[in-house]
């Protein structure tokens, strides 16, 4: 069980694909958000997706509903494990609880909570500050399975979308907190594409149309629009096969470093960057130091003063980290 966005599922790849290095013949059933269960499409160990919206996880949108609940009970009756992957501010307890009333008899998750029955296999929970990937590995390291890799890793599709050299930029997210001014994003691109000659793949999904014309029009003949215009898998191609990315905290970030793709991110201060940043493609995080971080708001009171950045320091961070992945790359 993973509950969360893309991005969160994303970075149980190295799980999941040690679950199944060890255990080869099990069946892997993903049970996912309706958001996160997309990303099981960039998962090949998975076998099967399980979508469901949790009132666990509910933020007001679900109905007061018994039978609902009991449905996802009869849905789980089948299963003979569940591991339960949680954030440092998530309670394993809810998902165990459902899970023992399916009679599922063996359930591993990670608790703060001390006295907890109903997980069978409990580990206590690791420092806050313990990075996502290493937050999951330990999890079934616990019991037994052996982890050989430690990285991202997804599969997306090997043709390039774009026959010509490329920056993606992925300028929003869907919490108000995370987002860097739009239009200074595309200041920074199109200044990037005038120095490298390289066109701006411009994503998003279709509701980011509504906020793009600013950001279209400051790149004009430079931008090639593909809001709204990709699939999952097609956006982690494009991605993989960019020279550059430029993007929030977001579920492309988690991408960028499965495909190894360099990438400068507009890193608000939302979270404790060591909980989620990249460890495996070239990356510069960019934030102001503020007295509220992390915050972890989905609203900002105080103005995004952690993301006042200048578009100039995007187009130095981004050209500086083409020259060093130029030289890491010549080097090999």
Same mark, same amino acid.
């Given at each position: 069980m993973r509950l969360d966005n893309i991005g969160d599922? /994303?970075?149980?790849?190295?799980?999941?694909?040690s679950i199944k290095a060890n255990l080869p013949n099990v069946k892997?059933? =993903?049970?996912?958000?309706?958001?996160?269960? /997309?990303?099981?499409?960039?998962?090949?160990?998975?076998?099967?997706?399980?979508?469901?919206?949790?009132?666990?996880?509910?933020l007001g949108r679900l109905a007061f509903d018994p039978a609902r609940e009991w449905e996802l009970v009869e849905k789980l009756r089948s299963f003979d494990a569940v591991i339960i992957f949680t954030s440092f501010s998530q309670s394993p307890h809810p998902a165990a609880f459902i899970s023992c009333l399916a009679g599922i008899?063996?359930? =591993?998750?990670e608790s703060k909570e001390k006295g907890g029955m109903m997980l069978t296999h409990e580990i206590p929970?690791?420092?806050?500050? =313990?990075?996502?990937v290493e937050r999951n590995l330990r999890l079934i390291e616990s019991v037994g399975f052996?982890?050989?890799?430690?990285?991202?890793s997804i599969q997306y599709l090997k043709t390039d979308l774009i026959h010509q050299p490329y920056i993606v930029l992925n300028p929003w997210t869907s919490c108000q907190s995370r987002n860097y001014d739009a239009k200074r994003f595309a200041i920074a691109a199109q200044q990037l594409a005038k120095i490298t000659g390289w066109k701006v793949a411009v994503t998003g999904v279709e509701k980011d149309r509504d906020r793009a014309g600013i950001v279209l029009e400051i790149l004009g003949n430079d931008a090639i629009d593909l809001i709204g215009k990709t699939s999952l898998p097609e956006l982690a191609s494009l991605i993989a096969h960019a020279k550059l990315m430029l993007s929030n905290n977001t579920s492309t970030m988690h991408i960028a470093d499965a495909t190894r793709t360099p990438s400068v991110i507009m890193f608000a201060g939302t979270e404790l960057e060591c909980q989620w940043q990249p460890r495996n493609c070239p990356v510069r995080l960019l934030r102001r130091p503020t007295p509220c971080h992390p915050c972890y708001a989905f609203q900002c009171p105080y103005d995004l003063e952690c993301l006042d950045i200048e578009p100039e320091e995007i187009v130095r961070s981004s050209l500086e980290l083409l020259e060093q992945s130029q030289l890491c790359l010549k080097s090999r």
């Open positions: 599922v /994303i970075m149980t790849s190295p799980a999941l694909r892997l059933t =993903l049970m996912a958000s309706p958001g996160g269960s /997309i990303a099981a499409s960039l998962l090949p160990w998975v076998d099967e997706v399980l979508t469901w919206r949790v009132l666990w996880q509910d008899p063996l359930r =591993l998750g929970s690791a420092p806050d500050e =313990l990075h996502q052996e982890v050989r890799d430690r990285s991202l």
